[in-house]
DNA sequence: AGCTCTTTGGAAAACGCTTTCCTAATTGCT
DNA sequence: AGCAATTAGGAAAGCGTTTTCCAAAGAGCT
């Protein structure tokens, strides 16, 4: 039940209770300060009575810090970072963290505006999700504001990106891709193309490297013109998927360097006629809960992105280390039925 | 390239460029006062020698207020409100705002907590997307902090929400739920069996609602043991739609009343070995992006996603009306492969 | 040349807290 | 009973901005 007049300061809880401002205060917000219970039971009913609600950014100057932590993803609705958000929401919660979401629409250099901002609104740490990493130029930038913000007391963990003043929390994107190329090739496939992502973009990157690593212990290659890069989105999994038809190419097996490019691919294949999974498979990487009931099911890597968020909050939350940290987290090959055996 | 030494105020600016806080503000900030050429040459480049970072909760305090927009959503990692979230921050940037994010998990008592902290961070804005809604203690717990909130100059919306104190964006479930069931017994069907989410969400109910009264006009009823309440998650879906086949239901269509729940009852039905669409259609609600390529692909009802985050995010920049606003948004019912005709 | 208007710059108040520094009162000793 | 040590309350000094209120100087008149 609100009390409508105006805002409400200490000084009117104060006032109203009979005590000093700095008693309000103390008895506020739990300091180590004692109080005797007759002034602190005056001043809680005060502030009840009044509907005192404490200002937040006055609090922030007078203790010069925030519990604001800054997330910047690169597209809060794609399911990868939803879900990554949603754990990093889910464990600040209960340590009183306020989170403020920025998502750069994957357009890398907003990063550094945002970490900008971030440090501006005094923010007590950040998490940055992995982006681009190619443009030298614009990584610079983005780590000159980080060196500011944690030079100004803030602290930064970074999701996916490595080569950041910041811990930070990696997927072995290199070795799950190469158990996956293993995995495929024990099932009999030999002709593969790979939906590749952008080219400049570090994740998409390792994730090809290392399924051509996995492809050649067994003396696989996949050729530069059955690698094809694209948006690292739905409609970029579909695109690339229709280009590689286009092309004449006839792999038995495609592999999309993630889950939500593997279902836009599957729906280009299936909306070309293709017969899934017996005329061609094809496979994921992340395991995207969302995208479990696609049929066919993928052939994907798991990333356990719930623990990525948690990681790197946990980063922020322990006491800063000297050298900054990095956590690897591995991938584990699922086979479902997107991936058949051959023959 | 920050300068690493401690931190940077508005008072060192000045003395850098020789002249008064007050000029060094008003250089900075745009202010309408002028300034001399000269003198706001040399603030600038003070301001960034020194690399400055103005203090947000500075400028909170002196300037009675922030650009903060606090973002609550039941669970970001769910589709339907990460798209509303993107659309949301989306619109938001332009305007200089930041967007604060919280999850409330799906307890909805959470949200009048929020709606508290965010008052207590003199948000400018809230934007509240749709919770339950029969529980009237609770319910009113959140109308009292909005009343405050807004009696203290903050703006309201929500989404898919009625009767709260703020502007509000509605779907029309009803409706929309109605045209759908009229197309599914135009394509034939006339058994059918409804995945209804929880009994207490006010859009899992209008769905429903509206569902039956389209069958109705056409003289088809669904039993109350044909209709299953379960989580409006895609394990309640998957749940659900076991529970029926245990039930020894046999239909020939299940509405879920999202989609959602429904890809979540397509992997129950195929773990049980229905061949889908042929055996047992399915219909969906929301028509997800992320969950079109799914198979067989979902019929559905479209709902303008984005623009319900922007219409919201509207209203907060909009001059306040003196009566709470609504704006309605209708669906669009759109038949895929989950439905084939019937026969 | 003597006025009154504009500009332009600075001093200082205000925003709402937290916290240090005092002072008064109480407690615990001897 | 007298003193030191502890406890409880208040006054006031920040925290870093914005903005009002003044004053000085220059511009435009007659």
Known sequence: MPRGSGKVNLVDVARQAGVSLATASRVLNGSTRSVGAELRERVRQAAAKLDYSPSAPAQAMARGGTDVVGLVVPDISDPYFSTIAASIVRN???????????????????????????????????????????????????????????????????????????????????????????????????????????????TARDRLVGFREGLRRHGVEVAARDVINGEFTRDGGYEAASELLERGREPECVFAVNDVM???????????????????????????ASLRDVWPSLTT?????????????????????????TRRFRGEVVVRASTPPLR
Chains 1, 2 share one sequence.
């Not at 811990?167 to 939906?195: H, K, M, P, Q």
């Not at 990681?311 to 900054?324: C, H, N, T, Y």
């Open 92 to 202: 600040a919660e209960p340590h009183g963290l306020i989170i403020t979401l920025a998502s750069t629409e994957r357009r890398f250099e907003r990063e550094a505006e945002y970490v900008a901002s971030l440090r501006s609104q005094q923010a007590r740490g950040i998490v940055l999700v992995g982006s681009r990493t190619t443009n030298e130029e614009q990584l610079e930038a983005l780590r000159a504001e980080l060196e500011a913000y944690t030079t100004a007391g803030g602290r930064a963990a970074a999701i996916g990106q490595h080569k950041l003043p910041a811990d930070t929390v990696i997927v072995e994107n290199r070795s799950g891709a190469r158990a996956l190329a293993e995995e495929l090739v024990a099932l009999g496939y030999r002709r593969f193309a790979v939906l590749a992502g952008p080219a400049d973009l570090l």
């Open 262 to 288: 593997a279902v836009g691919a599957l729906s280009a294949f299936r909306d070309r006629g293709v017969r899934l999974p017996d005329e061609l498979a094809v496979a994921g990487f992340d395991d995207i």
């Open 301 to 325: 890597v798991r990333i356990p992105l719930e623990r990525l968020g948690e990681q790197a909050l946990g980063f922020l939350l322990d006491e800063p280390a000297e050298r900054s940290r």
